[in-house]
């Protein structure tokens, strides 16, 4: 097995698992990936990958998706890492353009529809996810729990909502992006979802650093409700006894295309082109819809294959008409405004 680090882990961690990497000190050739996909999934993959490619030490790094945009750019001049994978398209659009990618056409590329990758093969979308409304099932019935996304401002939840911290997570700026797309659809500006997420800042307890806390706070019942994306809710009901379930939201919900790259100057490019060729090939694709409920972004996969849990959920969603390209570029600005004047000041 590879040195793995989770989300949270300082800075020197990460260097010490590259210099480490950069020894290979067993003879394989080591692969460093960073994702913000969980341990779960992670070290599922990490021991599939090296059952068919022994010469290969996975070692993967797990933090936010958005810490992962950054900590790529902050190495652009000595990249350490090899793949990215997971976080919105919109990141590896941006990071695309930055020049932080390297292209590559796996055998599967053609499956997956043109909207969902890059035109000049830096990226290519593996999943889409879809964000919903978690809740502590010990305490909230099915038919108490928020339907929709206006349901979690209701009075009632006041004080017993808890939010993984937005800067840091892809899935949360998703959220806050649809929030704030909506209000510019239907008003020409931000104010209305400004004003949306001061009232759902007035019901936050807290925002959490990581997933892992989110999750152990929401099931010691510190918190009620969570915004989180379905798939993680589905491991950790198929993988733990923590009493969390979820609502899809009726009004529409951000089915968010996630992806994956090579880092442009990889230190391992031939491994990471083999890594990249797995996770979205139909082994890999299987893997994660069957035990990690990930929703394939390919067009060839068959739907008996896949779980009727996941079957069903396909059926509940109503895709949310985002537009990508506003969110790419005004995203990070309303979320600094967000953080600088709404955040904590709302009488949470």
Known sequence: MGRRFAVGRPLIAVLALAAAACTGGDGRTPLVVYSPHGREL??????????????????WVDMGSQEVLDRVRSEKANPQADVWWGAPAEMFTAAASEGLLEPFAPTWAAAVPAEMKDPRGLWYGTYE???????????????????DWDDVLDPKWKGKV???????????????????????????????????LRRLDAQTKEYVLNPTLLYQKLAREEGLITLWDMPDIEALQAKTKLPIDYT?????????VDGIAIVNGAPHAAAARQFVEYVGGMKGI?????????????????????????????????????????????????????DEHVRGRSGG
């Open 42 to 59: 992670l070290t599922a993959f990490e021991q599939r990958f090296e059952a068919a490619h022994p010469d290969v030490d996975v070692q």
């Open 129 to 147: 996810t879809p964000e919903v409304i978690a809740y502590n099932s010990k305490v909230v019935t099915a038919a108490e729990a928020p339907k």
């Open 162 to 196: 808890l939010i993984r911290d937005p800067l840091a997570s892809g899935t949360m700026r998703t959220i806050w992006g649809m929030i704030l797309d909506r209000s510019v659809r239907e008003t020409g500006d931000t104010a209305q979802g400004m004003a949306w």
């Open 248 to 256: 899809i939201p009726t009004s529409g919900t951000p089915l968010v």
């Open 286 to 338: 299987l893997l994660a819809a069957r035990e990690f409920m990930r929703l394939p972004a390919r067009t060839d996969i068959p739907p008996d294959s896949l779980p009727e849990r996941l079957r069903w959920a396909q059926a509940q969603i109503r895709p949310e008409p985002l537009d990508w390209a506003r969110l790419q570029q005004q995203l990070p600005g309303w979320m600094r405004w967000w």
